[in-house]
């Protein structure tokens, strides 16, 4: 029924212009607005819907994954803007917040609206 339809994802935030702040002008990535709306224009076309919602509570949850070819550098260019990852009980972190054992390399932080996001660099 959904095969061939443009699926789309979307998540809240209790802040637009927090927010496009932060995607626009900290992460670098293109948005647009329409309708009091935001849109993540992402690589391979793949638009993510953003909008304000008064009551919104911060997903816990990894909303976006940012892959990356060096994830030293991601975290050093995300840190030099002022970006802060995330530490959770049970991960064994590096001093950079990294995530190095199992699986992919993976560092989380979070959005003005506290969202989780990631960058991770396959091994």
């Known amino acids: 029924m959904f095969a061939d339809t443009n699926a789309f994802s979307g998540f809240a935030v209790d802040d637009l212009a927090k927010a496009r702040a932060f ?3 900290t992460l670098g990535l293109k948005t647009s607005e329409e309708y009091g709306l935001m849109t993540l224009h992402l690589a391979g076309d793949r638009p993510t819907l953003v909008y ?3 009551d919104h509570a911060p997903a816990n949850y990894t909303i ?3 892959p990356v070819d060096d994830i030293d550098a991601a975290v050093d260019g995300l840190a030099a803007r002022g970006v802060s990852f995330e530490r959770y009980d049970g991960f ?3 001093e950079k917040g990294v995530f190095r054992e199992e699986g992919p390399f993976i560092a ?3 959005d003005p609206a506290g969202n989780v996001l990631s960058v991770l660099q396959e091994k």
């Open 23 to 25: 995607y626009g002008d």
């Open 92 to 94: 064994g972190q590096d």
């Open 52 to 54: 304000e919602k008064p």
């Open 64 to 66: 976006l994954n940012f």
């Open 108 to 110: 989380w932080f979070k």
